[in-house]
C-alpha cells in the first residue's frame, strides 16, 4: 500500500544552527504533505503544509521543500531552540481519500 | 475557542475488560477522525465519522472495536476484551471538513490506554 517513511529516526543538532529532517512518500496522487510536531506526551501540532503544485513554503522559522521528481519532502528549521525538541512526522492527505497518512517520525534533540 | 477534547487521559485496564475512550470535536466541527500510536511508530488511522455516520472504517481491527458519533454528545471508541497489544495511544482529531478545500484536522491530546 502508499506509505510515507522517513529517513532517519534521530537528529541531534546544536542549539542556533539549523535543522533538516527529511521524508520520502510513495503516493504521487497526494495533494497535500504536512508536518507534525509531536511533543512527549501530547498529541500532534501542525507546523506547515505545502500543496502538491507547490515546490517550496515558507512559515515562520521552518520551510519546507517538495521534490516530486524523487518523492521527497524535507523540513528545514532555522536556528534551532529548546523548544523544538520533539518527534517530527510528514503525512500525506488525498482529497477523496480523507484520511491523514503519517511516516514513522524523526526524534529532534536540540544540544544546549 | 476550545480545542479538541480526549478523556480520560490515562487508561489502565485488565485483558478482557472494557475500554471507552471519548472525544468532543472542536466546536462546530461535525467530522471526527480517530488514529492508534504505538510507541516510537506513527499514527495509524482507523476511523472516520460523520455525526451519525461512519464514512471510513477501514483502519478499524474487525472485531472488539467500535466507533460512534452520536448526534448529540462526543464521539466514542470502543475497545472490548481488551488485549495487551491494545496498549497505545489513540489520538481523535476533528474537521470542519469543507469537501475538497481543506484537509485540516486538529488532534486531541490521546488518551494512553494501557493493558495489564
Known amino acids: 500500500g502508499e506509505s510515507v517513511g522517513l529517513h532517519l529516526p534521530t537528529l541531534s543538532v546544536q542549539e542556533g544552527d539549523n535543522s533538516i529532517i527529511n521524508c520520502a512518500y510513495s503516493?504521487?496522487?497526494?495533494?497535500?504533505f504536512i508536518w507534525y510536531k509531536q511533543e512527549s506526551g501530547k498529541g500532534p501540532q501542525f507546523i506547515i503544509d505545502?500543496?502538491?503544485?507547490?515546490d517550496k513554503r515558507q512559515g515562520q522559522r521552518v520551510t519546507v521543500l517538495l521534490n516530486k521528481t524523487v518523492k521527497h519532502l524535507s523540513l528545514q528549521i532555522a536556528a534551532t531552540q529548546p523548544g523544538d525538541s520533539a518527534v517530527y512526522f510528514c503525512?500525506?492527505?488525498?482529497?477523496?481519500?480523507?484520511?491523514?497518512?503519517f511516516g514513522t517520525g524523526t526524534r529532534l534533540t536540540i544540544i544546549p | 475557542n476550545a480545542g479538541v477534547m480526549q478523556n480520560p487521559r490515562h487508561l489502565v485496564r485488565r485483558r478482557g475488560q472494557e475500554a471507552r475512550l471519548r472525544c468532543s470535536p472542536m466546536k462546530g466541527h461535525s467530522h471526527v477522525y480517530w488514529y492508534r500510536q504505538l510507541p516510537e511508530e506513527g499514527l495509524k488511522f482507523m476511523v472516520y465519522?460523520?455525526?451519525?455516520?461512519?464514512?471510513?472504517e477501514s483502519g478499524m481491527p474487525k472485531e472488539r472495536f467500535s466507533a460512534e458519533f452520536p448526534k448529540e454528545g462526543p464521539s466514542i471508541l470502543r475497545i472490548q476484551q481488551v488485549v495487551r497489544g491494545d496498549s497505545a495511544a489513540y489520538f481523535c482529531?476533528?474537521?470542519?471538513?469543507?469537501?475538497?478545500?481543506?484537509?485540516?484536522?486538529?488532534f486531541g491530546p490521546g488518551t494512553r490506554l494501557t493493558v495489564t
Open positions: 503516493n504521487s496522487a497526494s495533494d497535500y
Open positions: 482529531a476533528s474537521s470542519p471538513r469543507v469537501p475538497g478545500q481543506s484537509y485540516e484536522q486538529y
Open positions: 505545502i500543496r502538491s503544485n507547490m
Open positions: 465519522l460523520q455525526k451519525e455516520n461512519i464514512i471510513d
Open positions: 503525512a500525506e492527505y488525498t482529497f477523496g481519500n480523507e484520511k491523514l497518512t
